[in-house]
DNA sequence: CGCCTTCGTTATAAGTTGTAACTCCCCGAA
DNA sequence: TTCGGGGAGTTACAACTTATAACGAAGGCG
């Protein structure tokens, strides 16, 4: 499963410390948010004195950093995984909203509110890139080169204004159909799970499908 | 313009203080978000030393709060103060995105990544009401009562789930506008703040656009 | 005018991240 | 099999954080 890179046993051993700080680092995550991850809890619980993890990681940062990429790479491999598997918009967008709901502060790792100093690397961009290849793929699936509608000011300026990752670029109705669905879903989802739904007493997963059928409409 | 409590020069220079405190917290999470706020870098920039602010706040969290309160507070009184000048269901979209954009880091002080454990208090859950109110408000005038459209199967459930702060709910179709405003435009606002269009080299706010224009459509 | 509250201070405790220096042991090569 | 090198883990430390306690000073209020 874990593809460690070499086979010497002081590689095997580190790799697998490596993991184990990781999956440590999500639990204290999970229940206490991002900001409060604490290498020298993470060392506490693990039996090992404090500046031992900077063994594995060279700070807070790079752990943080780490896990950011873990997310987008389980995201992009979910996704995949369920388009491979015959899902289109509809079973992308449910799949979606089973990996949110499954660890919701893993998507806050990744959707959730920005350092304003930071900036991803080049590895994790390339696996963000991927999700979102993904998704058009999926929208550009839906409606096979539909005709583009005259009036659509959005599309054509997206005719023109497209530096995308995928150089063969979709159609530009097809790209604003997968940017729709991104901000629509993303918007009912981080506002479910940061619980701002809490105390209205409806169901928010109607709320997602009714969004997702928005999306599916010939004019979303 | 700042409504102190009571007279006595003690209390408004507490209040003076306390504001000033403020002044200087919001600076630092502008510019390194609300985790990077620290009540001891405020001291030493306002000329105190540490524990002094503890006279006027219990401690790192009770401000961040008044923060949040203050911020809720800022974006209910911007929202009623256009819609008092006659701004529409798209006005208020704008003026929204003009207050995100203002400030980045406010609005994701509000509507960012949770605290797992955190509760808003009271008062705190009050503005943030108000700032519904006056949503579905304007959601409630766009469409001078429409008749319900028979295949709303979310609308019809919003119909015996709405246990809203307004006792006197709106419609369905009308809370169902609402949701779609408050989600479509915060998930274009959300990841167009935290940069994730960056580099994608359209114009966020035509997105912004053509998505409050499938608001305003009869069936949206 | 005097008292008393409140402000701001320093000292301290208990955390945090991160570096430096030292030991020790394991792995690999001779 | 033995020996050396390097990585792992340790303690010590610096600098920072939140937060409390105890003290002095200074102000307003009766």
Redesign the pocket.
């Known amino acids: 499963m874990a593809r460690t890179g070499a086979d ?4 095997r ?2 790799a697998q ?1 490596r993991e184990e700080i990781k999956a440590h680092a999500w639990e204290q995550i999970a229940t206490a948010g991002a900001s409060a ?8 619980r693990m ?17 943080i950093a780490e896990l950011v990429r873990d997310a987008y790479r389980s995201l992009a491999d979910t996704l995949r995984a369920a388009a491979a598997e015959g899902a289109g918009l509809a079973g992308l967008a449910r799949t979606l909203r089973a990996w949110a709901l499954a660890d919701p502060q893993r998507y806050f790792l990744i959707y959730g509110t920005p350092v304003p100093g930071y900036r991803a690397p080049e590895d994790t961009t390339a696996i963000a890139d991927e999700v979102m290849r993904t998704l058009v793929d999926a929208c550009a699936a839906l409606a096979p080169a539909g005709p583009a509608t005259p009036e659509a000011p959005f599309a054509t300026h997206l005719l023109g204004h497209r530096d995308w990752a995928g150089e063969q670029s979709a159609p530009p109705e097809v790209l604003h159909r997968f940017l729709a669905f991104w901000t629509r879903l993303h918007g009912v989802l981080s506002l479910e799970l940061a619980g701002h739904f809490t105390g209205m007493g409806f169901r928010p997963e109607l709320l997602f499908e009714a969004e997702l059928e928005s999306l599916l409409a010939p004019r979303f």
């Open positions: 010497t046993p002081r590689e051993y580190r410390v991850l604490s290498v020298n809890a993470i060392a506490r039996g090992l004195s404090g500046p031992a993890l900077y063994r594995y990681f060279a700070g807070r940062d790079e752990l």
